[in-house]
């Protein structure tokens, strides 16, 4: 077992993101994660990311705020309490268009 605790998490600033603060809690060297990558995300208003696709799984996960996701030809607005999923490499962009910083748990799984 390994605890992570608040605080413990590392900052990263991932390539294509603006306005951002990414703590990763869970991966190979915060928690030992094998595969699995779990991180807690601060959106400003105005800022989100831009990827051409990665072969990784993701799901984002609203904790507060809201956010925009543009993927597969579609676009939604998801709010507190909603959650999508990203298959691998699809490419995707999103951003905070409201007004309060939007907190984000974002999970990522590499595919092989």
Same mark, same amino acid.
């Not at 995300?41 to 105005?46: K, N, S, Y």
């Not at 597969?72 to 507190?80: Q, S, V, W």
């Not at 995707?92 to 905070?96: L, P, R, T, V, Y």
């Not at 748990?105 to 990522?108: D, F, G, Q, S, Y």
């Given at each position: 077992m390994k605890v992570v605790r608040v605080? %413990? !998490?590392?900052? #990263?600033?991932p390539p294509g993101h603006w306005g951002c603060w990414p703590l990763r809690i869970h991966g190979k060297e915060e928690s030992g994660t094998q595969r699995l990558m779990i991180s807690y995300?601060?959106?400003?208003?105005?800022g989100g990311g831009k990827d051409d696709g990665a072969p990784v799984?993701?799901? #984002? #996960? @609203?904790?507060?705020g809201s956010i925009t996701i543009k993927?597969? !030809? %579609? %676009?939604?607005?998801?709010?507190?309490g909603d959650s999508v999923y990203r298959p691998a490499n699809e490419p995707? %962009?999103? @951003?905070?268009n409201g007004v309060v910083p939007s907190i984000n748990?974002? @999970? @990522?799984v590499p595919t092989s």
């Open positions: 605080g %413990e !998490g590392r900052h #990263y600033d995300a601060h959106f400003l208003p105005g799984e993701r799901v #984002y #996960y @609203i904790l507060s993927a597969g !030809g %579609e %676009e939604a607005t998801l709010n507190a995707g %962009e999103f @951003i905070n748990l974002v @999970i @990522i």
